[in-house]
Nanobody, 125 residues
Framework: VQLQASGGGLVQAGGSLKLSCVVS????????MGWFRQAPGKERETVAA????????YYGDFVKGRFSISRDDNKNTVFLQMNDLKPEDTAVYYC???????????????????WGQGTQVTVSS
């Protein structure tokens, strides 16, 4: 399985970005998808996740209504819409695909078995 993330960049505080992650090599619709981030010197954290059916989503506490995760099974793509970005959102963002098909677990990094290469998001103050 391959995951290709895109959409990162440099944005001013208060701005928006939309990340995309295209998955190939497996039945996309059977797997949960997640976005994670890691800033220099910090641990990886879960940004957002969506279960395989799209009926359930999870967000890190720091998101506070600013981000939205969605999936398009016809395009094998998961999206992360990020609004009201803050300098503390600066990090490398990674998409990941679930470890097992049709799993009810999707909120932790251990629930994921395939990872993309990451896309840099930089928010200036």
């Amino acid at each position: 399985v391959q995951l290709q993330a895109s959409g990162g960049g440099l944005v001013q505080a208060g701005g928006s970005l939309k990340l995309s992650c295209v998955v190939s090599g497996r039945t996309f619709s059977a797997y949960s998808m997640g976005w994670f981030r890691q800033a220099p010197g910090k641990e990886r954290e879960t940004v957002a996740a969506i279960n395989w059916s799209g009926s359930g989503t999870y967000y890190g506490d720091f998101v506070k209504g600013r981000f939205s995760i969605s999936r398009d099974d016809n395009k094998n793509t998961v999206f992360l819409q990020m609004n009201d970005l803050k300098p503390e959102d600066t990090a490398v963002y990674y998409c990941a695909a679930g470890l097992r098909p049709y799993s009810s677990r999707y909120t932790y990094a251990d629930d994921y078995g395939s990872w993309g290469q990451g896309t840099q998001v930089t928010v200036s103050s």
